[in-house]
């Protein structure tokens, strides 16, 4: 099934772009990262729009001829997921604009603001789904049992989960906590999707089932809405950089030059794919000024050229030397 889901996913990919009539990029370059991330983004946006659509419209009449809310609540946790697709497509396209006077260092958090607006909606949805199976409780309102509502569920779960597996491999390829996020909601949705559809089956002889599975799922959807809120957050606040990230860089400067002594003061600027680092280092003491620019540039061009950071380094004098210190 997965070999099948790769052969469309790269046949898909080639209908929509050559609908886009896609050109190479002249500011990045058709092979550069950003170009393949943003391609991919549409990509998984799209497919994941169109997939989500139609299951939400299958579910969600369904729900209304067997009058089960936990199964229209996950229809529109199903629509919820086209929309943050959209917001995908549409962070992606802001992040794509070229830096101006009033955004030097370009539009990149449109990424992660788009991966904040998907939270949200998340977690607005699930509000509402847990009102709803709460007042259904109190009603005492059954549903109305039905081997095709199981059957729905189960196929809606197959298809969801597949399209959370290629979703999450997407993202990870290419680095996109967006994209990542949008193959969590499938996820969820399909875990979801699959436990309702076994606890109506098993629980079908027991009025109020679908109540208390409405909320469960609405637990389940603020759940990852709390996860992918914070997680965006953390990164427009200013998130410290891994530690994986700082031993590269720190790796990259003492290649670059063997003097280097002590490397402090390291911050990391995120916009996105535009990644500003500022460092200072400690060099010998007798250092002329010229040789100290000197170091500084090609220490900044190391940098870009292999981690793709655009690099500001301030030079110190250095006392005596202290082996690999890092602060």
Sequence with gaps: MFCALR?????????????????????WGVCSSWVLKKRTAYLEGFVSTLVNLLLFLVKYFTGLVFNSVAVIADAFHTFSDSLTSVVLIVGYRVADKPADREHPFGHGRAETVGGLIIGVLLGVAAYHFTISSYEKLLAGVPLEYSDLLVVVLVASTVFKAA?????YRLGRKHESQPIVADAWHHASDAIATGL???????GRDYWWIDAVLGMAV?????LTAAKIVYESS????GKSPSRIELDKLVETVREA????????????????????VTLHIELPGG????????????????VRSKLGYEATVHVEPGGEPVKDHVD
């Design 7 to 27: 052969d469309v996913e790269e046949y898909v990919g080639y209908l929509y772009l050559k609908a886009l009539k896609y050109k190479k990029d002249r500011r």
């Design 163 to 167: 399209l959370g597996l290629w979703a």
């Design 196 to 202: 309702l559809s076994v606890a109506i089956y098993a």
């Design 218 to 222: 609405s637990a389940l959807i603020f």
């Design 234 to 237: 953390s990164e427009l606040l």
């Design 257 to 276: 030059h063997s003097d280097v002594r002590r490397i402090h003061h390291i911050h990391f600027h995120k916009y996105g794919n535009h990644v500003e």
């Design 287 to 302: 250092t002329s000024l010229r040789e100290a620019h000197e170091v500084a540039t090609k220490i900044e061009n190391a």
